[in-house]
C-alpha cells in the first residue's frame, strides 16, 4: 500500500508494506493511482510531488508471487496483463500530473519499479546501496509499449542499451554517470530529505500545473502518443 501526505504545496508519497520490497499487484496500484488522484485533485499553482519509501527496495517489480498462485496457465497468463494494463494507468498518472516529480530511490529498484521511477521528472538514488536492474531478459519476457517508449525518453542510447540488453545491476553512481538520475546520496535518510529537499524548491517557483504538464506532454511526445495523451490549448494568462 501506499500513503499520501500534504504540506502546504508539497505532496509525499510513501510506499508502504510488504515486507520493504513493494512489489506491485493490484492493491499496491490501485493505492498509488488513487493517490496520485488526489494529488491531481488537490493541486494548485505550486504544487510538487515527491515519492520515498522504506526498507531494501524502493520498489521490487511485479508481485509475482500473486500472479503465480493462479489456478490455472491461461489465469496466470491474465493476471500478469493485468499488472502490464495497471502500468501502463500507472505512467498515463504520472504523466499527467500537473506538478514536478521526484523520485527519492532509497533501495533497490527492479523491473517494474525501474518503469514506476523514470515515471518521475527527477530521480535521486543511493550513492552505492541502490541498484536499476531491469530482469526481463533473465525471466524471457518482452518489455512492451509503452514502456520501450518511456526508456526511450528518459534513457539515452548505451545507457539504454546496457539497463535492458546487458541486464546490468546499475549502481547509483554508474546511474549518475550515465545521465539516468540527477544525483546520489550516501544514505536513505539522505536521499529522503534530498528529494523532499527538490521538491519544495520547485514548489517554490510557484509554476502553473497545466503549463508545466503541456510541456512535459512536448518532451515526451512519442511516449504521449502511444498512452493516447492528446495535448491541448491553454490560454496565455
Known amino acids: 500500500?501506499?500513503?499520501?501526505?500534504?504540506?502546504?504545496?508539497?505532496?509525499?508519497?510513501?510506499?508502504?508494506?510488504?515486507?520493504?520490497?513493494?512489489?506491485?499487484?493490484?492493491?499496491?496500484?490501485?493505492?498509488?493511482?488513487?493517490?496520485?488522484?488526489?494529488?491531481?485533485?488537490?493541486?494548485?499553482?505550486?504544487?510538487?510531488?515527491?515519492?520515498?519509501?522504506?526498507?531494501?527496495?524502493?520498489?521490487?517489480?511485479?508481485?509475482?508471487?500473486?500472479?503465480?498462485?493462479?489456478?490455472?496457465?491461461?489465469?496466470?497468463?491474465?493476471?500478469?496483463?493485468?499488472?502490464?494494463?495497471?502500468?501502463?494507468?500507472?505512467?498515463?498518472?504520472?504523466?499527467?500530473?500537473?506538478m514536478p516529480t521526484i523520485a527519492a530511490v532509497n533501495g533497490h529498484a527492479a523491473a517494474g519499479g525501474v518503469v514506476l521511477a523514470l515515471c518521475h521528472d527527477y530521480v535521486l538514488m543511493r550513492r552505492h546501496r541502490s541498484v536499476l536492474y531491469m530482469i526481463d531478459l533473465d525471466l524471457g519476457i518482452k518489455i512492451p509499449e509503452p514502456f520501450m517508449a518511456l526508456f526511450r525518453a528518459k534513457i539515452l542510447g548505451s545507457a539504454r542499451r546496457d539497463l535492458l540488453l546487458r541486464g546490468l545491476k546499475i549502481k547509483g553512481e554508474e546511474a549518475l554517470k550515465m545521465g539516468i538520475v540527477a544525483a546520489v546520496y550516501d544514505g536513505e535518510e539522505e536521499v529522503t530529505n534530498s528529494g523532499i529537499e527538490m521538491a519544495d524548491d520547485l514548489a517554490k517557483r510557484n509554476w502553473h500545473g497545466e503549463f508545466y504538464v503541456e510541456i512535459r506532454k512536448g518532451l515526451y511526445s512519442e511516449l504521449c502518443d502511444i498512452l493516447g495523451i492528446a495535448s491541448k490549448a491553454i490560454a496565455t494568462p
Not at 504545496?9 to 510488504?18: A, D, M, S, V
Not at 499487484?25 to 515519492?51: C, D, M, Q, W, Y
Request: hydrophobic content about 40%.
Open 1 to 98: 500500500m501506499c500513503s499520501l501526505e500534504k504540506r502546504g504545496n508539497l505532496f509525499i508519497l510513501i510506499l508502504t508494506g510488504q515486507n520493504g520490497e513493494h512489489r506491485l499487484n493490484p492493491n499496491l496500484f490501485s493505492s498509488i493511482i488513487s493517490a496520485l488522484s488526489r494529488a491531481k485533485a488537490e493541486s494548485t499553482r505550486g504544487s510538487a510531488l515527491v515519492t520515498v519509501s522504506h526498507g531494501k527496495f524502493f520498489c521490487n517489480g511485479f508481485d509475482l508471487d500473486w500472479v503465480n498462485a493462479a489456478g490455472s496457465d491461461e489465469e496466470t497468463q491474465q493476471r500478469f496483463n493485468l499488472l502490464l494494463d495497471y502500468l501502463k494507468q500507472l505512467v498515463l498518472a504520472f504523466i499527467s500530473l500537473p
